[in-house]
């Protein structure tokens, strides 16, 4: 889940930038759409979390997968000029890390 999210903004970030900050300029139907989809992936986020965080409840799953989402559409609006690999390889530790709240084993 985490290495497809960020697979998918380093190789695509334009996608991501219209999806968080320009929803505003799609049709009607394409907004219901990208907030259904939003909402779905929202959804599989937290069951994942709250599997790999028992300690945490439904608010505060949701509330983490919020922020690392957040975090990493935003690396899609900031133009670092690193390639795809690079930026997906920094970028990947960093979500896995604010989900487990631990640096991954390398």
């Given at each position: 889940l985490a290495r497809t999210f960020v697979d998918s903004i380093a190789s695509q970030p334009s996608l991501a930038v219209v999806a968080m900050f320009e929803r505003h300029t799609l049709s009607a139907e394409a907004r219901e759409w990208t907030g259904r989809s939003e909402r779905r992936n929202?959804?599989?986020?937290?069951t994942v979390?709250?599997?790999?965080?028992?300690?945490l409840d439904p608010a505060e799953a949701a509330l983490l997968v919020q922020a690392t989402l957040t975090m990493g559409v935003s690396v899609a609006n900031y133009r670092s000029g690193l390639d795809a690999a690079r930026l997906a390889g920094i970028l990947h530790p960093m979500v896995?890390?604010?989900?487990l709240g631990r640096a991954p084993a390398r």
């Open positions: 929202l959804e599989e986020w937290i979390v709250r599997q790999l965080r028992p300690d896995i890390t604010a989900i």
